[in-house]
Nanobody, 127 residues
Framework: QLQLVESGGGLVQPGGSLSLSCAAS????????IGWFRQAPGKEREGVSC????????KYVDSVKGRFTISRDNAKNTVYLQMNSLKFEDTAVYYC????????????????????WGQGTQVTVSS
């Protein structure tokens, strides 16, 4: 059974850091670009960051550039999102997803191009 599991969310004060993980089971992530998305209450889902299958291509939404870093360890079948200098507006449920195999080698932030999704992990930034 193909499964993505996010972990690492929690409650953090503004300016703090969290590291999210996206672990795959039932398949290897080697051939997939991976995206991180988030959805805050009452808002549409937003693409946050993506990384190509090799890790050589990454993208970030403007609001997180310089604060978030995406990386992957294919040996561990896991993709990470390091989030620093967190702000109130980063509060959301964060999801990881696999980019369609036909887009191998690419990195895009359009959620309609992603196939498999995890269940999400809550990130709350609050004082």
């Amino acid at each position: 059974q193909l499964q993505l599991v996010e972990s690492g969310g929690g409650l953090v004060q503004p300016g703090g850091s969290l590291s999210l993980s996206c672990a795959a089971s039932g398949f290897t992530l080697d051939y997939y670009g991976i995206g991180w998305f988030r959805q805050a209450p009452g808002k549409e889902r937003e693409g946050v960051s993506c990384i190509s299958s090799s890790g050589g291509n990454t993208k970030y939404v403007d609001s997180v550039k310089g604060r978030f870093t995406i990386s992957r360890d294919n040996a561990k079948n896991t993709v990470y999102l390091q989030m620093n200098s967190l702000k109130f507006e980063d509060t959301a449920v964060y999801y990881c997803a696999t980019l369609k195999r036909s887009l191998f080698g690419q990195c895009v932030l359009s959620d309609r191009l992603y196939d498999y999704w995890g269940q999400g992990t809550q990130v709350t930034v609050s004082s």
